[in-house]
């Protein structure tokens, strides 16, 4: 069973998300989209080795990974 949500990220950024059901447990894949005048851009994320019980737990475990990566990578003014 997979699964595919949406989240805003700030100004013209989305967090995709896809959860998929697997025989030891729950996977989550994470991709950045960050949208300009006509263009899209896509980062996914590195797919990460752990499982999880839920489906909920799962998604928790991406959307803070996409957080701390668009922390990490997001310029700031000065």
Do not use: Q
Not at 4 to 12: C, F, L
Not at 21 to 48: F, N, Q, Y
Not at 58 to 77: I, Q, V, W
Request: glycine share 6%.
């Amino acid at each position: 069973m997979v699964h595919r949500k949406t989240y805003a990220a700030g100004s013209d950024c989305e967090i995709a998300i896809t959860t998929e059901r697997l025989a030891d447990g729950w996977a989550i894949v994470v991709s950045l989209k960050h949208h300009t005048e006509g263009a899209e851009r896509v980062t996914d994320l590195p797919v990460p080795s752990e499982r999880f019980a839920t489906e909920e737990e799962a998604e928790a475990f991406g959307l803070e990974m996409a957080r701390d990566y668009l922390k990490r990578n997001t310029p700031r003014a000065a």
